[in-house]
């Protein structure tokens, strides 16, 4: 397998908050409310601690995506959760819209 090294001073500047991947850890009891993405496909992948989405406990491992305008969540858990968690498009806070009654 060949790996393809750049130095520091070839790499692109990017902003870590608007990078369409990112691990994101989730602090213990929290919750997003269900919610929706007009413009992005949102894919998680579940790394460890606990998650429940919409009532359902998941297992490390689990893998799942949400296309634009689907209805996912509420996330939550109880004692923190680490999730790899890939968009479509470039991150854009204005991109979530909480569902009925979310």
């Known amino acids: 397998m060949r790996v393809h090294r750049t130095h520091a ?3 692109p500047k990017v ?3 608007r990078l369409p ?3 994101r850890p989730r602090l213990a009891h929290s919750r997003i409310p269900a919610h ?3 413009k992005a496909t949102e894919t998680f ?6 998650f429940t989405d919409d009532g359902t406990q998941y297992e490390s491992g689990t893998y799942f ?12 858990t109880e004692d923190g959760a680490t999730l790899l ?5 470039e ?3 204005t991109d979530f819209f909480l569902a009925d009654g979310g």
């Open 21 to 23: 991947a990112a691990a």
């Open 9 to 11: 001073q070839q790499r």
């Open 65 to 76: 995506a949400c296309e634009p305008n689907t209805v996912h969540g509420p996330h939550s």
């Open 15 to 17: 902003r870590s908050d």
């Open 85 to 89: 968690v890939f968009q479509t498009v």
């Open 36 to 38: 929706y993405h007009k």
């Open 91 to 93: 991150v854009d806070a």
């Open 45 to 50: 992948l579940f790394l460890e601690g606990d």
